[in-house]
């Protein structure tokens, strides 16, 4: 069973970045899809953006089109949410989650493992 951990959340200005990290402490992510998810409280845990197995797909949801960037590295067992251009509006506990083989990658039902989260907090 693949355990997830992120790292990289913090508490930044408005106009600055982050760069949030996703890693398997135990097993491997590269034979799976995996997506950033956030939540805040009272709220659904809403997409951000996710990459396929081996890279070349990566979907993004409106709000963090031209803002964030997901990329991974199978050989270190990594992947990576650039942000960028952050807003009040941004500020999450943010999740990576491991996609099943087959199912979308917008909806957190598809998503069979996630990590603890990391919050991310955005002041203006």
């Known amino acids: 069973q693949v355990q997830l951990v992120e790292s990289g959340g913090g508490s930044v200005q408005a106009g600055g970045s982050l760069r949030l990290s996703c890693e398997a402490s135990v097993g491997t992510l590269s034979r799976y899809p995996v997506g950033w998810f956030r939540q805040v409280p009272g709220k659904e845990r809403e997409f951000v953006t996710a990459i396929s197995m081996g890279g070349a797909g990566q979907y993004v949801a409106d709000s963090a089109k031209g803002r964030f960037t997901i990329s991974r590295d199978n050989a270190v067992n990594i992947v990576w949410m650039q942000m960028t251009d952050l807003k009040p509006e941004d500020t999450a506990v943010y999740y990576c989650?491991?996609?099943?083989?087959?199912?979308?990658?917008?909806?957190?039902?598809?998503?069979?493992?996630w990590g603890q989260g990391t919050q991310v907090t955005v002041t203006s």
């Open positions: 989650g491991i996609r099943r083989s087959s199912g979308t990658y917008y909806d957190d039902r598809d998503y069979t493992v």
